[in-house]
């Protein structure tokens, strides 16, 4: 049976209160390919739009949606999160963004680090609209979770 849909076939948040409070760790990427055109014009500009710095602003997002993830996913659980990190990369015409979230509790973060790095990625699209609109977010991925049933790690999706 699906954890997510109780014996009346509907959804429910999942109750986690007999699990064990571990520290949980997870990392999920998303790249943001621009053309190169783009590329170039962000690089000339030390990665400035009319709408100010783009990595800079990326970061922030990525943070503030991984905090609001409960607010945004219907079943997420509200998680007090230790730490958020989003490291964000250019390589050539692709800007590569990771976020990397832990906390102490009884539920994993897996959701908070993908949707960081989700919202840090359309933030970068966002800013960039004006100068292009063949801007493609891909490869929205789950890298690395611990702490819970079973850890996982990118490619492999093994313990």
Same mark, same amino acid.
């Given at each position: 049976?699906?954890?997510? $849909?109780?014996?009346?076939? =509907?959804?429910?948040? +999942?109750? $986690? ?5 571990? /520290? #949980? +760790?997870?990392?999920? =990427?998303?790249? %943001? ?7 170039? /014009?962000? #690089? ?9 710095? $783009? ?15 409960? =607010? ?9 999160? =230790? ?17 990397? +979230? ?6 994993? %973060? ?13 933030? $970068? ?10 801007? %493609? ?12 049933? #079973? ?6 999706? #093994?313990?």
């Amino acid at each position: 049976m699906l954890s997510h $849909v109780g014996s009346d076939n =509907q959804p429910r948040m +999942v109750d $986690v209160g007999a699990k064990a409070a571990t /520290q #949980r +760790v997870a990392r999920a =990427q998303a790249r %943001v390919l621009l053309p190169a055109d783009v590329a170039a /014009q962000l #690089r000339e500009a030390g990665h400035m739009t009319p709408k100010g710095p $783009v990595l800079t602003t990326a970061n922030l997002a990525g943070v503030m949606g991984a905090k609001a993830t409960p =607010q945004l996913i219907p079943l997420c659980h509200p998680l007090m999160l =230790q730490r958020c990190h989003v490291d964000i990369t250019v390589e050539d015409n692709e800007i590569v963004i990771v976020c990397e +979230v832990a906390c102490h509790g009884i539920t994993g %973060v897996e959701m908070e680090a993908l949707t960081g790095a989700s919202i840090a990625a359309l933030t $970068v699209y966002d800013m960039c609209k004006a100068m292009s609109h063949d801007i %493609v977010i891909r490869d929205v991925r789950l890298l690395h979770k611990s702490g819970g049933k #079973r850890d996982v790690d990118a490619g492999t999706g #093994r313990s």
